[in-house]
């Protein structure tokens, strides 16, 4: 396939003004009126534009219909005999870590049951404290399995996948912070028990009088804070920025935390112990030193990235190509996403998770972004020559992690971005079901055409509001399977607004789809 030029959709209507700048007239940019257009000659060129086609053969705005047995206008085909590609399956993947898990859980309790002699557990008070230690074991042990998925390490993502490591974050997060608390409720009443004083008062004795407990104390408190931030309604006010560096201090709990649990933990100093858990120690820091410093570092002094031009692809949409140093060489898929930070006077601060919206090719990159606040309507300003600072690339929503020959790719608003790459590595017979609420927000509709006619696969747009009937009808199981008859038999690829992939999780599940079979893409971690 040739290797398209920058998609520049210029000559199309700007009635909303927010692409004024990427046009070839001399209208200014709504940032900044008195910036001059951008001169054609650094414009670069590196293939054939894809035509915008006189009409659309391989895709079409789909619409609901009484009469037709599918339910809908236009029909896919006929369901195929399945067969399984030569695809890599991560599924022993992920029983291994499972089982590495709770192998290392089970050896962190065990510490305390060495160290424990019969008959020491004979009261309230002993119980209490042998509960404290306990759920203090496994809260440290929970603090480096989360720093551990935090470190962002190429190896650990490729191995599980960056899904997986999502949920499981989100769920160690939370028995963390339940484990330290209880940890903290048991020992403080396990010893008011012995002392035979108010729980109060022992828990003013504990902080002041005990080893490193004003630093396990802070540690503490910035535990909590961290998981109070990071409750969805919380987290959905703040600044992702904020929210980003305050998510970050989780290092300090480590720092803080660490000197406690050595200096009171009885558990830690054993024969067998002071071999464990500074081996886990080290292991997580090198992850992290590895995973935060070493590979970015690596990463940007091989490959040099520069915006080499930002282009208008629609409504609120823009696309944003970067020139670097053999790219060849980098290792990124069609679907992954890396985090970028474009260090312009205004943003260099400021780093951002976005997906490739075109297959890797040797000579540029393309990022296409929705505008959704400050940040980025001012990248859709940018000049060509920016510099650029990368991390990744992250996730696994790539083909090679097709389980079935055939594949249906579902994008809504910017989720559109890894679809449209990842349409270049589809096998034929691939559906795209396109959700957007205005035909004036489908972008790269020539470019989906086109790769679908070299790839023989489907398109099929789904406009209009929520409560519309196409839209309405989409994400039931009889208006899926209408579109797609062998849905099951099928690899899904979900990406766009959490209720539209979260309506089509469901759906799928009712159409008996396995979990082995979804694919989502998840931006936050």
């Not at 206008?73 to 590495?100: C, F, H, I, Q, Y």
């Not at 970067?322 to 930070?341: N, S, T």
Request: hydrophobic share 40%.
């Amino acid at each position: 396939m040739t290797i398209p030029a920058f998609r520049d959709q210029r000559e199309l209507p700007d009635d909303d003004g927010y692409f004024s700048s990427l046009r070839t007239d001399n209208r200014p940019s709504w940032d900044n009126p008195s910036m001059p257009p951008w001169p054609q000659e650094q414009q670069p060129q590196y293939g054939q534009p894809y035509a915008q086609p006189d009409n659309f053969r391989r895709g079409e705005v789909t619409e609901p219909s009484m009469t037709d047995p599918t339910g809908w206008k236009a029909g896919t085909g006929v369901p195929v005999v399945d067969e399984r590609p030569p695809g890599e399956s991560t599924s022993g993947n992920r029983l291994l870590t499972v089982l590495l898990f709770f192998s290392g859980l089970a050896t962190s309790v065990a510490l305390w049951l060495f160290n424990t002699q019969a008959g020491s557990i004979s009261n309230t008070a002993t119980t209490m404290i042998a509960a404290g230690r306990v759920t203090g074991l496994i809260g440290g042990y929970l603090l480096f399995m989360q720093l551990l998925m935090m470190s962002r390490v190429s190896w650990l993502e490729e191995w599980v996948g960056s899904r997986d490591l999502l949920r499981w974050h989100r769920w160690l997060g939370t028995s963390l912070v339940t484990f330290v608390v209880a940890h903290i409720v048991f020992i403080v009443y396990g010893y008011a028990l012995t002392a035979g004083t108010d729980v109060v008062e022992q828990g003013w004795t504990v902080i002041t009088t005990f080893p490193e407990m004003i630093s396990a104390t802070i540690a503490t408190g910035l535990l909590a804070f961290i998981a109070l931030i990071s409750i969805r309604a919380i987290r959905n006010v703040l600044n992702y920025e904020l929210w980003h560096l305050i998510h970050l201090t989780s290092y300090g709990v480590l720092l803080l935390g660490y000197g406690h649990q050595i200096a009171a933990g009885n558990d830690m100093n054993g024969k067998f112990a002071s071999v464990f858990w500074p081996a886990l120690g080290c292991i997580t820091i090198a992850a992290l030193f590895w995973g935060r410093i070493v590979e970015p570092l690596w990463l940007n002094a091989r490959h040099r990235f520069t915006v080499a031009e930002v282009v208008g692809e629609g409504a609120n949409t823009f696309s944003i190509y970067i020139e670097g140093k053999r790219l060849d060489k980098l290792p990124v898929q069609a679907g992954q996403f890396m985090r970028w930070r474009f260090l312009t006077a205004n943003g260099w601060w400021q780093s951002h998770p976005f997906s490739l919206s075109a297959a890797p090719n040797p000579k540029w990159l393309r990022l296409t972004v929705t505008i959704a606040g400050g940040h980025t309507r001012k990248l859709a300003t940018m000049r060509p020559g920016t510099p650029i600072w990368a991390e990744g690339p992250f996730g696994t929503f790539t083909a090679e992690r097709r389980t079935r020959r055939r594949a249906l790719l579902i994008a809504g608003g910017s989720g559109i971005a890894p679809i449209r790459a990842l349409l270049e590595d589809m096998p034929p017979d691939t559906i795209v079901i396109y959700r957007a609420s205005r035909p004036d927000e489908l972008v790269f509709r020539a470019e989906l055409e086109e790769l679908a006619e070299e790839r023989d696969a489907w398109v099929r747009y789904i406009v209009g509001g929520r409560n519309d009937p196409g839209p309405r009808r989409l994400f039931t199981p009889d208006g899926l399977r209408g579109l797609v008859p062998d849905v099951n038999r099928r690899d899904v690829y979900l990406c766009g607004p959490p209720g539209l992939v979260n309506a089509a999780v469901d759906t799928l599940k009712q159409l008996d789809v396995p979990d082995s079979q979804l694919h989502l893409d998840p931006f936050e971690f």
